[in-house]
Nanobody, 127 residues
Framework: VQLQASGGGLVQPRQSLSLSCTAS????????IGWFRQAPGKEREFVGG????????????RLADSVKGRFTISRDNAKNTMLLQMNSLKPEDTALYYC?????????????????WGQGTLVTVSS
């Protein structure tokens, strides 16, 4: 199993950035994928996640309160890819962002439910 996050960079406040998570080594459509972030000196925290219902062929996303209304999550099962679109970025969004695989079709906010992790991509929001 491999997960690779990309797309991080340096942006100014109120700008946008899109992160991508590309996965391999498992059936991407069977599981929920999550985004977490870790700022210097802080705990790794849940940002959002997206499930996939194999019966309805629809996804459901869940976002942390701190990013609701600014971030959105989508997934493309055909490309084994998940996207995190981040708008109206704030300096407090600065962190190392990780994507992670939950061995369940349901999103969890708890990081210990996620078995596999990507290497992280750095997002810096600063003027």
């Amino acid at each position: 199993v491999q997960l690779q996050a990309s797309g991080g960079g340096l942006v100014q406040p109120r700008q946008s950035l899109s992160l991508s998570c590309t996965a391999s080594g498992f059936n991407f459509g069977d599981y929920a994928i999550g985004w977490f972030r870790q700022a210097p000196g802080k705990e790794r925290e849940f940002v959002g996640g997206i499930s996939w219902n194999v019966y309805t062929q629809h996804s459901e996303s869940r976002l942390a309160d701190s990013v609701k209304g600014r971030f959105t999550i989508s997934r493309d099962n055909a490309k084994n890819t998940m996207l995190l679109q981040m708008n109206s970025l704030k300096p407090e969004d600065t962190a190392l962002y990780y994507c992670a695989l939950n061995l369940s079709p349901l999103v969890s906010t708890m990081r210990d439910r996620y078995r596999y992790w990507g290497q992280g991509t750095l997002v810096t929001v600063s003027s």
